[in-house]
């Protein structure tokens, strides 16, 4: 009796412990995150944006329910983002969630808000059909609103797209920067998904070195120049390093015209300009054993060592996330210390397998001698250049590495090449805090392009055989095992 009494008590008392604990867990919500980024932590930007709230931000978020279970996972972590944002804020966010597939009322809001439905193949039945899925959402705060078309973009993780969001809604008065113009370079609109990544942040306009105020400029852009640049603009730029502020320079020192196949070289003058502070950007061509596809027609592509992919990265805030590059026609750069108070930080190098060439050479292979390690191509330089001021350039020597184009001849860029625009320009604006969340969700896991013919059969016929042999190796060992059982029966059997 006294047995059954305590059976009783013991299961009562698990009951309660239960109840306590989801009463719990619902008044106070935590997350366990073991993930080596700590992707599901809020970053110390977010935390320090939702602490800063002055009045409450509302997001409905508008993503369809059972419907697939990748979206149903996203949204059980949207919505798990959300209470953490709740709790940090203090309640200063409110949340609500739609389900647009569930009436035509829900569909019809969540497109006019521009939340455009992508289909999905959804099975049924034994049957698949096609249907229309939500993941969108739109925040409120004020008489501002913006709105996330889509919550599951490639290498963004869902904190940034919701922090930036509710950030730049936040923001009263733009940084201004400027995209100088006059020398062959593209327009503002040909870098779209930088736009697209920092819109809110910044106004972005076009410069004349000669006639504008550049002093208004928070930071300003040279990008893909062709023509030189005078001296009346390089004293220009002089003068607005003197003032503190900083620059960022993107350009090709060699490239090649498919048009007319021939190589081009670029005097831009801004090279001497650059070589008087100790930077020198040589005049060669890097290839690299590590490199990506040159688009030969709509249908056709090849390797071009010309292309180089960039993963090895300098130790700084700017390149901090990144994983691989895509560049074009890079030329090496050297520095030559000019003044012991400057700093010079390399920020993008090639692989252990590269080379540098005094001119364009291709018999329509990749076969180069690659004899050279780690040559950097792009660097930040940072000093007094004379006024007692402090300022930064940064040099990239690939000067379309972030430009999309425009209209027809427009393309995608892979994600890490906009991160790095994006986070240069956030440094060289003084506006660092966003720039560990960009790129902290990364999905690039490119495979290596740079290992020799004899090294790839060799990891391809042990990824191949490893499988097999560790099988064989289970059944080898069950059978072992098993032969010992029935040996050890036998003779218990028999004595």
């Known amino acids: ?83 953490e944002f709740e709790n940090r804020s203090g309640g200063n966010v409110l949340y609500e969630f739609i389900n647009p597939n569930e009436n035509q009322e829900a569909e019809t809001e969540a497109q006019q808000k521009g939340i455009a439905p992508a289909t999905i193949q959804v099975r049924e039945r034994d049957q698949y059909s096609q249907k229309r899925a939500y993941v969108g959402a739109v925040v409120q705060k004020g008489e501002q609103t913006k709105t996330i078309a889509y919550l599951l973009a490639d290498g963004t993780s869902m904190e940034y797209l919701l922090t930036s969001t509710v950030k730049s809604i936040s923001v009263n008065q733009k940084p201004k920067v400027g995209f100088v113009l006059g020398h062959g370079e593209p327009d503002v609109n040909s870098y779209s998904q930088v736009n697209n990544t920092l819109q809110g942040f910044y106004t972005f306009e076009s410069v004349n070195l000669a006639t504008s105020n550049l002093l208004e400029y928070n930071a300003l852009i040279i990008s893909g120049a062709k023509d030189s640049l005078s001296n009346v603009e390089l004293n220009a730029l002089n003068n607005y390093l003197d003032s503190g502020k900083n620059l960022l320079i993107a350009c090709n020192k060699s490239a090649y015209d498919f048009t007319t196949n021939a190589p081009v070289s670029y005097s831009l003058g801004i090279e001497s300009w650059l070589a008087e502070k100790g930077l020198v950007i040589n005049n060669d061509y890097v290839v690299d054993a590590k490199h990506s596809n040159l688009q030969l027609n709509i249908f056709q592509r090849m390797p071009f060592a010309y292309y180089p992919i960039i993963n090895n990265f300098g130790n700084h805030v700017i390149t901090d996330g990144l994983e691989s590059l895509k560049m074009e026609f890079l030329s090496s750069i050297n520095y030559k210390e000019i003044d012991s108070s400057y700093l010079f930080i390399p920020l993008l190098q090639t692989s252990n397998r590269s080379l540098t060439l005094p001119s364009f050479s291709w018999d329509g292979t990749n ?10 191509v ?90 097999i042999i560790l099988v064989i190796l289970y059944g080898f060992i069950r059978l072992q095992r098993s032969n010992k059982k029935r040996q050890n029966w036998l003779e218990e059997d028999f004595s």
């Open 1 to 83: 009796m006294n047995n059954k009494n305590s059976y009783k008590i013991r299961l009562i008392a698990l009951v309660l412990i239960i109840i306590l604990i989801n009463i719990l867990g619902y008044k106070f919500t935590f997350r366990l995150d073991f993930t080596e980024d700590k992707r599901y932590t809020l970053s110390d930007a977010t935390i320090s944006m939702l602490k800063e709230l002055d009045e409450p931000v509302t997001i409905k978020a508008y993503i369809s329910d059972n419907l697939h279970p990748q979206i149903d996972e996203k949204r059980t972590e949207f919505k798990d983002l959300l209470v």
């Open 367 to 376: 076969t180069f001698p690659y004899n050279q390690s780690k040559i950097t």
């Open 378 to 467: 792009a660097g930040l330089l940072e000093g007094d250049f004379g006024s007692g001021n402090k300022s930064k350039i940064l040099v990239f020597t690939d000067g379309g590495f972030a430009v999309n184009g425009t209209g027809r001849t427009a393309k995608q860029l892979p994600a890490d090449n906009i991160s790095l625009m994006a986070n240069a320009i956030d440094w060289i604006a003084g506006n660092t805090e966003l720039i560990e969340l960009r790129t902290r969700e990364v999905t690039s896991r490119p495979i290596r392009t740079d290992l020799e013919d004899s090294k790839k059969t060799f990891i391809k016929y042990v990824n191949f055989a490893t499988p």
